[in-house]
């Protein structure tokens, strides 16, 4: 922000807790820390800022305060709590009121400056008694006043819209909508008061069959040139700028009927009636997330789909339990994953939606511009939060620094809001409030404890696992690991399978049980253990894991009523021919559909809305309450008939205790380059989080060392 007399610059510092103010008169700088010290939170992530000629007031997202700043006195005088996930503040002409939007609970909060309170909230993500108003998702972030300050213009990255609110004491409403594209950021008027400039900061991507290697030396050298040679799903998705004239109240009757058609929650479908046949009959849901394949990588082999198998990966002789999930019970193969990357793909895949703190900062985290820490998982700065006090902090991760002031407090700044803020939370929130049970295999861990190269950590009592999401402590199996691709999932799935066999002893199960068999993302080749360490073998081993997950859970008690969703958190690490969204899914269960093929377009919204609806689960956002749930996967026909895992025969060129073969056919068969060959192709990678890489790197290496390595791209690839 610059001051109205252009003697000051004030810059909101994300990452450091702290305003930078450049005095333009003495060419000096000078920081100001935001936070209060004492262990109290406050003043953490601040992000936007608006400056008079001596104060400066900033957002802070992660404490949901609006933080007042004493330019010349460099301290903070005043702070109020706004809203969730505050993003920008404006003021008006005369000085006396603030606006700030509100990204987590879809309001703009007015400020009176002068007492420093909020006068009132302004819910903005859609008029007033349409449904759209009653779901969250919206996330409002940019506005603006118009000339006479009677109308306030806010973007709702979530909707796709601006919202146009009339202002009017505690009147003051949203009058319409104007649809955008795909999630505006900002918005201004233009001087001649009747002209709008709206920035957007995303498209959708389309496909990418040349793959994010497509010219990796080109993609080093000039890495944000537009069409860079680069179809890595986030370079693919791009911005760009509307202009269009205020409309006058007839266009925005109209604008608005569009805008909330686009969003279908005033005519939401109808649910399809194998649902109301599955009620009491499906009384649990298995949901498994991987990471990161497309559906061109695993399946293009499939006959009937519409595959490429020229960018196959690994065919059905690597991942023959997936290629039997998809020929047996349903395929899709026009599947979409709603997140680009690992970061916003585990919002997607457990919240429904992504923050607009994710929306911003993983781009620029992915792209490589300055050090950004992976928030994604529930934790701030590698800092576990859901953990209050530093004492917690240091018992399970003793390198955590003595400083009180280091992120105090349960707050995650880049999570939805949960029941205890007025939001929904996550899936496992939805659940709880069902009154449902939850068991919790490694979605969101502390990876911090991933260290250990014990193999079964039950017989040994080493807790391995730490839940970082608040209500998932108590649900979470300590001894089933998280993200590390040190371990083969094929240990994941015996711990699984542990306490599958203490469940049928009860004749009892959670509800809702999540899994997390992370080992297809691949990595850490050279100190990998058991002789899972090449992309092949971790493959195998993912796609074994996933069939002995099946195969133990069809031959218990809980297969007749028990439906397993597994897919990808996203589809970043390869090519498809279709989009670099499309990605697998697998459904199976005692009431799951067999033989089906579909070609109807379905997203992870679509598998959260089947989820919500076989258990009873109240909708996250607004975005998986109009998904069209998946109806195709299901069946009212009981077939318990169980599944068959498969050892792929390369998994058996490792040491990992296998059972012995069924037949002569099953041998062990050799994977493409060993341990030594890939150690030295991702030499200097960092494989300790997801995506903690150089992806365009990466993805050449897998394409180069498994389908083509005579291609033009890849002799350009060292």
Known sequence: AVSPDGNRVVVANHENDSVTVVDERTNTTFDISLRPGAGVAGGEYPFGVVATNDRAYVTAQRDRELVEVDLSGHKVLRRVVVGGQPVRVIGSRDGTKLFVTDANTDDVAVIDRASLTVERRIAVGAPPGTVAARLRGASPNGLVLSADERTLYVTLGGANAIAVVALDGDKSAVRGLVPTAFYPNDVVVGADGKTLYCAFGKSTAGPNPKGPWFDAARVREKPFVAFGGNQFVLQMMRGGLHVFPVPDAPMLGALTKRALDNERTETPSAVPPIFSVLRGKVRRVIYVVSENRTFDQVLGDVPGVDGEPALVHWGAAITPNQHALATRFSVFDRFFDSGGVSGDGWQWSTAGRATDVAEKEIPLMYAGRGKHSYDWEGKNR??????????ERKASEPRTPDDEDLLPGVADVAAVDRPREGGRGYLWDAAFARGLRVRNYGFFIDDARQTSDVREPFKTGEHVSIATALGLADATDPY???FDMIQADFWRAREWQRELRDFEVRADM??????????????????????????????????????????????????????VF?????????????D???????????????????????TTMSVLRTIELLLGLQPLSRRDAVAEPIAEALTDALD???????????????????PPPKSTTEHAALPRGDAQRWARAT?????????ELDSTAFNAALYCGLVSPSSSACKKTP
């Open 566 to 578: 597994a897919l990808e958190d996203d589809a970043q690490n390869g090519a498809d021919h279709v």
């Open 382 to 391: 590698g800092v576990n939060v859901a953990q209050p006090t530093l004492a």
């Open 510 to 563: 959670p509800e809702l049980v999540l899994v997390r068999l992370p080992h297809d993302h691949l990595g850490h080749f050279a100190r990998a253990l058991d002789g899972v360490n090449t992309p092949d073998t971790q493959m195998a081993d993912h796609d074994y894991a996933l069939g002995l997950l099946i195969d133990s859970l069809s031959r218990s008690k809980f297969w007749s009523d028990t439906i």
């Open 640 to 658: 318990e008939t169980p599944f068959d895992a498969a050892v792929p025969n390369v998994l058996r060129s490792t040491k990992l205790p296998l």
């Open 480 to 482: 089933f690991r998280g």
């Open 683 to 691: 030499e200097g990678m960092s494989f300790d989080r997801e995506d």
């Open 580 to 602: 670099a969204h499309r990605s697998v899914l697998f459904v199976a269960g005692g009431y799951a559909a067999r033989g089906v093929v579909t070609h109807k377009p379905y």
